[in-house]
């Protein structure tokens, strides 16, 4: 410590020094050169060179970011620190060391009303009309001024009544501080550049201001400006704002024009909330990139706008385009016409590009490394393209992009912990795009060596290592093989409804999956053991297809819950066929036409005693019983009529249809026995002998006994206690019609 307080000269120049809030004490410095560093508040920094250095004679801060404003900054300096001989390499002369003090003193401001006005004569207008229409770009005060346009026409030699005045121009005045505004309560136009203002105060009683230019001046915030109600125009260039935030701009309801250009902006908020706004300067700032536009992209009435110098216009591939796609109603920007072309052509080239910066846009003030869940749905999105940095991603589980125009899933790739994907309503024939030509033609003829080729890929790189859950509904798939399986590893559910799927090929190797649902595609078989390779599927639906057989169910031994509806299934042979799925606890075959013949449900409750619901209607302890006894009870009447039956074989046709009238009351009919229905009910040699229309066997009544499965009231077992009535008289009929030929 003692050293340093005996330095006398320090450099450091050409480094990247952005603050001097950590300078220590140098009591004995003299000289202090820190040229061409990243010095950006000057106020703040110049304090502490004052507070650090008290005996320095020479300083030197040329070349950094505020060197745009070296005659204001100059005057500060020199008022600040009145001991310097020179600044910036330059003798530092009486005439400057005067007005820095004077300055610092406030003693150039607007004069009191007690000294009568007479300082401020120059620079006042007092006339109630409108301003005036000219062509100067200029600040309304100044031209009211320069035009001499006063109450009586001319200058007025007696004191100025200050409630009077509506226009003032005080330019280049030195001014740091603003005193004594609090009478102009008529002001609407007001002129303060080239001052030394480092604060916006004082104009508080100036509700009617309706123009108001603080360009280059020392302003650091913006202070009080929400008080400015009745503001249109507001001009602070040239300054030193770092934010806009906490300003209460966006109290300001009629502004038209802001201009906040040559400032230390690095993001636009809040003035996305500034509504009316009709022309937005803000050039030569440090907006880091164009997404910071984004935040003002739903400002309606604004038309005229300037970004440039800042530093993604320099950057930015193709910033031009870029901002003409985003705000397509502006009639210029960065001082340039915007053609009717410019706007067509960005158009043409953005319109359905998911980039970064479309991103951002959406997203608004949320950074994407917080981010969770994207919801885009139904932007119109054609291609993705968010370059190789996945770590930008990393904390995304869940997007959704449904009902947009994507083909391909590799612009999505950048995503390497996604969980859940929703591709619904889009445009895929592929998962990587368009498939092999020919291959789809090929495959929409029902070719499973098309099949095969779409499932053959030189490149098994898995996509999604993570993706638990895949929507692909509703696009146009011909095939699962294009789907690609091997790329989604941890895939636990897979919906594929509403395609154009016409064939269900087997895996060529296993998957995770434990929900598969392909309602509403154009299946019309599946091939043997189809799903094989899903051993962990859990719930399977293939509702609203073509399927007229079931197979290629083998191996879903975990299978548990199978929707079946709407299809072509006839036979009740074909539900027999799901014995082979051991776990199933719900089937629904509603909507085909098995589902209308009445034993299809005691059917399945008979040969699956796991299952619980049958198309949507549980099954119950007392309906399983029912059955049971119904079956028990039929087998035993077929196995009577068998016995009684046997010794007739010799007889002629006539003996059997006598007999069969005697013991049902008319003959059989081909195809009206019940059991006929169902040959896998009993082994294969009986059910077989049943199954004949020859049997002479007389059929029973089938309406009384089929009503409670009808119904569904299968615990009605006085009709059941009826039948075996039925049953016992017709024997009692039938052995007394042949007696003398059995005995």
Same mark, same amino acid.
């Given at each position: 410590?003692?050293?340093?307080?005996?330095?006398?000269?320090?450099?450091?120049?050409?480094?990247?020094?952005?603050?001097?809030?950590?300078?220590?004490?140098?009591?004995?410095?003299?000289?202090?050169?820190?040229?061409?560093?990243?010095?950006?508040?000057?106020?703040?920094?110049?304090?502490?060179?004052?507070?650090?250095?008290?005996?320095?004679?020479?300083?030197?801060?040329?070349?950094?970011?505020?060197?745009?404003?070296?005659?204001?900054?100059?005057?500060?300096?020199?008022?600040?620190?009145?001991?310097?001989?020179?600044?910036?390499?330059?003798?530092?002369?009486?005439?400057?060391?005067?007005?820095?003090?004077?300055?610092?003193?406030?003693?150039?401001?607007?004069?009191?009303?007690?000294?009568?006005?007479?300082?401020?004569?120059?620079?006042?207008?007092?006339?109630?009309?409108?301003?005036?229409?000219?062509?100067?770009?200029?600040?309304?005060?100044?031209?009211?001024?320069?035009?001499?346009?006063?109450?009586?026409?001319?200058?007025?030699?007696?004191?100025?009544?200050?409630?009077?005045?509506?226009?003032?121009?005080?330019?280049?005045?030195?001014?740091?501080?603003?005193?004594?505004?609090?009478?102009?309560?008529?002001?609407?136009?007001?002129?303060?550049?080239?001052?030394?203002?480092?604060?916006?105060?004082?104009?508080?009683?100036?509700?009617?201001?309706?123009?108001?230019?603080?360009?280059?001046?020392?302003?650091?915030?913006?202070?009080?400006?929400?008080?400015?109600?009745?503001?249109?125009?507001?001009?602070?260039?040239?300054?030193?704002?770092?934010?806009?935030?906490?300003?209460?701009?966006?109290?300001?309801?009629?502004?038209?024009?802001?201009?906040?250009?040559?400032?230390?902006?690095?993001?636009?908020?809040?003035?996305?909330?500034?509504?009316?706004?009709?022309?937005?300067?803000?050039? @030569? /700032?440090? &907006?880091? %990139?164009?997404?910071? =536009?984004?935040?003002?992209? *739903? $400002? +309606?009435? !604004?038309?005229?706008?300037?970004?440039?110098?800042?530093?993604?216009?320099?950057?930015?591939?193709?910033?031009?385009?870029?901002?003409?796609?985003?705000?397509?109603?502006?009639?210029?920007?960065?001082?340039?016409?915007?053609?009717?072309?410019?706007?067509?052509?960005?158009?043409?080239?953005?319109?359905?590009?998911?980039?970064?910066?479309?991103?951002?846009?959406?997203?608004?003030?949320?950074?994407?490394?917080?981010?969770?869940?994207?919801?885009?749905?139904?932007?119109?999105?054609?291609?993705?393209?968010?370059?190789?940095?996945?770590?930008?991603?990393?904390?995304?589980?869940?997007?959704?992009?449904? @009902? /947009?125009? &994507?083909? %391909?899933?590799?612009? =999505?790739?950048?995503?390497? *912990? $996604? +969980?859940? !994907?929703?591709?619904?309503?889009?445009?895929?024939?592929?998962?990587?795009?368009?498939?092999?030509?020919?291959?789809?033609?090929?495959?929409?003829?029902?070719?499973?060596?098309?099949?095969?080729?779409?499932?053959?890929?030189?490149?098994?790189?898995?996509?999604?290592?993570?993706?638990?859950?895949?929507?692909?509904?509703?696009?146009?798939?011909?095939?699962?093989?294009?789907?690609?399986?091997?790329?989604?590893?941890?895939?636990?559910?897979?919906?594929?409804?509403?395609?154009?799927?016409?064939?269900?090929?087997?895996?060529?190797?296993?998957?995770?999956?434990?929900?598969?649902?392909?309602?509403?595609?154009?299946?019309?078989?599946?091939?043997?053991?189809?799903?094989?390779?899903?051993?962990? $599927?859990?719930? !399977?639906?293939?509702?609203?297809?073509?399927?007229?057989?079931?197979?290629?169910?083998?191996?879903?031994?975990?299978?548990?819950?199978?929707?079946?509806?709407?299809?072509?299934?006839?036979?009740?042979?074909?539900?027999?066929?799901?014995?082979?799925?051991?776990?199933?606890?719900?089937?629904?075959?509603?909507?085909?036409?098995?589902?209308?013949?009445?034993?299809?449900?005691?059917?399945?409750?008979?040969?699956?005693?796991?299952?619980?619901?049958?198309?949507?209607?549980?099954?119950?302890?007392?309906?399983?019983?029912?059955?049971?006894?119904?079956?028990?009870?039929?087998?035993?009447?077929?196995?009577?009529?068998?016995?009684?039956?046997?010794?007739?074989?010799?007889?002629?046709?006539?003996?059997?249809?006598?007999?069969?009238?005697?013991?049902?009351?008319?003959?059989?009919?081909?195809?009206?026995?019940?059991?006929?229905?169902?040959?896998?009910?009993?082994?294969?040699?009986?059910?077989?002998?049943?199954?004949?229309?020859?049997?002479?066997?007389?059929?029973?009544?089938?309406?009384?006994?089929?009503?409670?499965?009808?119904?569904?009231?299968?615990?009605?077992?006085?009709?059941?206690?009826?039948?075996?009535?039925?049953?016992?008289?017709?024997?009692?009929?039938?052995?007394?019609?042949?007696?003398?030929?059995?005995?």
């Amino acid at each position: 410590t003692g050293s340093m307080e005996l330095l006398q000269e320090l450099h450091m120049d050409y480094n990247c020094l952005s603050n001097l809030k950590s300078m220590p004490m140098l009591a004995g410095l003299q000289v202090l050169s820190l040229k061409a560093n990243s010095l950006v508040g000057w106020r703040e920094n110049v304090a502490q060179v004052r507070r650090s250095c008290p005996s320095l004679r020479h300083l030197d801060l040329r070349l950094n970011p505020w060197q745009n404003r070296k005659d204001t900054l100059r005057l500060w300096v020199v008022g600040t620190m009145p001991n310097l001989l020179s600044f910036d390499s330059t003798v530092v002369d009486e005439s400057e060391r005067e007005s820095g003090a004077a300055m610092m003193n406030n003693q150039q401001v607007l004069a009191s009303q007690h000294s009568g006005g007479y300082a401020v004569l120059p620079h006042v207008c007092t006339m109630d009309a409108k301003a005036p229409q000219s062509l100067d770009m200029g600040s309304t005060a100044a031209t009211l001024v320069q035009h001499k346009i006063y109450t009586n026409g001319h200058l007025a030699n007696a004191s100025i009544d200050m409630k009077k005045v509506t226009a003032l121009c005080l330019e280049k005045q030195s001014i740091a501080r603003l005193t004594h505004f609090s009478h102009l309560v008529n002001l609407k136009w007001l002129t303060l550049s080239g001052n030394c203002l480092v604060r916006l105060e004082g104009l508080q009683k100036c509700t009617k201001l309706e123009e108001l230019i603080i360009d280059d001046n020392c302003l650091e915030q913006l202070d009080g400006v929400g008080s400015l109600v009745n503001l249109q125009r507001l001009s602070v260039s040239n300054n030193f704002i770092a934010s806009l935030n906490g300003t209460d701009i966006d109290k300001l309801r009629k502004l038209q024009i802001l201009s906040v250009a040559s400032n230390y902006l690095s993001t636009l908020s809040p003035v996305e909330r500034v509504t009316s706004l009709v022309e937005l300067y803000a050039g @030569n /700032n440090l &907006l880091p %990139s164009i997404r910071c =536009l984004f935040l003002v992209k *739903n $400002l +309606k009435d !604004l038309k005229n706008a300037d970004f440039l110098g800042n530093p993604f216009s320099a950057t930015h591939y193709d910033y031009r385009q870029t901002t003409l796609f985003h705000f397509n109603k502006l009639h210029s920007l960065d001082g340039l016409v915007v053609e009717a072309s410019e706007v067509a052509a960005a158009k043409e080239k953005y319109e359905g590009w998911l980039n970064l910066d479309y991103l951002a846009d959406f997203v608004s003030c949320t950074p994407l490394e917080n981010l969770t869940e994207l919801d885009l749905p139904g932007c119109g999105i054609k291609q993705i393209d968010l370059g190789d940095d996945s770590s930008a991603f990393s904390t995304i589980r869940s997007i959704n992009l449904q @009902n /947009n125009q &994507l083909t %391909s899933v590799k612009g =999505l790739m950048v995503f390497t *912990n $996604l +969980k859940v !994907l929703c591709l619904t309503k889009n445009s895929f024939e592929h998962i990587l795009g368009k498939p092999v030509p020919g291959v789809v033609s090929r495959l929409r003829a029902g070719s499973n060596t098309a099949a095969a080729e779409a499932q053959d890929s030189a490149d098994r790189t898995p996509l999604f290592t993570g993706l638990e859950v895949l929507h692909l509904a509703n696009n146009y798939l011909v095939s699962m093989a294009y789907v690609q399986l091997w790329r989604f590893p941890s895939l636990l559910a897979l919906y594929l409804q509403g395609n154009a799927i016409q064939h269900v090929d087997r895996p060529t190797e296993n998957s995770k999956l434990r929900e598969l649902v392909l309602d509403g595609n154009k299946i019309r078989d599946l091939e043997l053991r189809a799903f094989s390779g899903h051993t962990d $599927l859990r719930l !399977l639906h293939i509702e609203q297809n073509r399927l007229r057989v079931l197979s290629g169910f083998e191996g879903l031994n975990n299978l548990e819950r199978l929707y079946l509806g709407g299809n072509l299934i006839k036979e009740l042979v074909e539900v027999e066929k799901l014995v082979i799925l051991p776990e199933l606890k719900e089937v629904s075959l509603l909507n085909n036409p098995v589902s209308r013949q009445p034993l299809h449900r005691p059917l399945l409750i008979l040969r699956q005693s796991q299952l619980a619901v049958i198309d949507g209607q549980p099954v119950t302890v007392e309906e399983r019983q029912g059955v049971v006894q119904y079956f028990i009870e039929r087998q035993h009447r077929i196995d009577t009529a068998v016995t009684s039956t046997l010794p007739t074989f010799a007889a002629d046709n006539r003996m059997h249809a006598h007999q069969a009238h005697t013991a049902g009351g008319r003959a059989a009919q081909p195809g009206s026995s019940l059991s006929s229905g169902l040959p896998s009910i009993y082994p294969n040699s009986e059910s077989h002998w049943l199954g004949s229309t020859n049997h002479g066997v007389a059929p029973q009544p089938a309406n009384p006994r089929l009503q409670p499965f009808q119904t569904g009231n299968v615990g009605q077992h006085h009709l059941h206690r009826d039948n075996v009535q039925r049953g016992r008289s017709n024997r009692h009929h039938q052995g007394g019609g042949g007696g003398g030929g059995h005995h």
